[in-house]
């Protein structure tokens, strides 16, 4: 899915204690339920902040969510000691985002590095990223 100009996807990873009631109550759509528990969501941008801060109350340390958009990727982390790290991509911290995407989810730094490729192959994530950033289409056997 490709969103609109003034939305974001985010794939809600170790929030399980935040109810699809109150993301819709947000005005969040779920557009997806993997089996894991994680959601795929359609935040509009009205709703980015609060959306965001209940991410920040629920998610489980040792987590990180994101939400994708034309001109942003921000960034939530949550470490395993508890600490917040909120990060809007830029080419000044695309290597410490990078990291923090490596010690949590376990991939390698060669892998995280370039952001929107990392994103792309996950299927979620690939149409935006190839609409918004121009990264080429996954190569077969690399999604995640």
Do not use: H
């Amino acid at each position: 899915m490709i969103p609109g100009p003034d939305q974001y996807l985010s794939l809600l990873m170790g929030a399980a204690t935040l109810s699809d009631a109150e993301l819709e109550a947000l005005g969040v759509e779920i557009l997806e339920r993997f089996r894991s528990g994680v959601r795929g969501l359609l935040v509009p941008a009205e709703s980015v902040e609060p959306y965001k801060q209940r991410v920040r109350e629920r998610m489980t340390p040792g987590f990180w969510n994101d939400l994708v958009g034309s001109e942003d990727i921000f960034f939530l982390f949550k470490l395993a000691d508890g600490t917040l790290e909120e990060l809007t991509l830029s080419e000044e911290n695309r290597e410490t985002i990078a990291a923090l995407c490596s010690a949590l989810n376990g991939d390698p730094l060669e892998r995280t590095r370039d952001i929107p490729a990392y994103f792309a192959a996950n299927p979620f994530y690939r149409e935006a990223m190839v609409a918004y950033y121009g990264v080429a289409a996954e190569r077969p056997g690399t999604s995640s």
